[in-house]
């Protein structure tokens, strides 16, 4: 008796996963999306997708001129306003070229720096790039000036959760954590 209810459970439970399947392969209400992003993304080097960003960067109002580096998925673009600009302003220009290269597949991970002293940085990795100095070199200096505008660290990467108990010694640690039970206990 047992066996002949295992029996039927296992055969209606069958039955009811291909219903699923024919329901699955037969709902014309479903669409299959391979790519949700569907911008066209040319074939460009790194040294032609720059300069298409540095393009980018020039029509924002206000911006002179525009220099760019490209590595891989990762952009620096710099770009060189009025000095006597207030800061505000520039930092509304800067969102602006952000928001401009956001719209395009090759800055949607670019940093914008309006910086002269990284921009004049820039263009000398530019040129290194263009004569063919070795990518390791660029790389550094480029991780260094994205560090310096973007001090944060990987996202990967998973935050302490008490910073300040591994600055104390674990002797002046226990010592602390005494203290604060005794004076919880007066509380």
Do not use: W
Not at 2 to 16: D, K, V
Not at 60 to 82: E, Q, S
Request: charged share 30%; with cysteine.
């Amino acid at each position: 008796m047992f066996t002949f209810l295992l029996l039927m459970a296992a055969c209606q439970q069958n039955g009811g996963e291909e219903s699923l399947l024919e329901e699955k392969q037969t709902d014309s209400h479903l669409k299959y999306v391979t790519d949700s992003d569907p911008v066209e993304r040319k074939d460009m080097t790194n040294q032609e997708a720059a300069r298409h960003l540095a393009k980018l960067a020039v029509q924002v109002p206000d911006v002179h001129d525009a220099t760019a580096i490209v590595l891989g998925d990762n952009a620096v673009v710099g770009i060189d306003v009025d000095k006597d600009l207030d800061r505000s302003r520039v930092g509304v220009i800067k969102y602006s070229v952000a928001e401009a290269l956001q719209h395009d597949p090759y800055g949607k991970n670019a940093a914008v720096v309006a910086d002269a002293d990284v921009v004049e940085r820039l263009r000398g990795l530019g040129e290194k790039i263009s004569e063919g100095h070795p990518v390791e070199a660029v790389t550094d200096e480029l991780s260094q000036i994205i560090a310096r505008y973007m001090p944060g660290g990987s996202i990967d990467e998973k935050p302490k959760t008490n910073n300040n108990q591994d600055s104390v010694p674990e002797k002046e640690q226990k010592e602390l954590e005494e203290i604060e039970k005794e004076q919880s206990k007066q509380q």
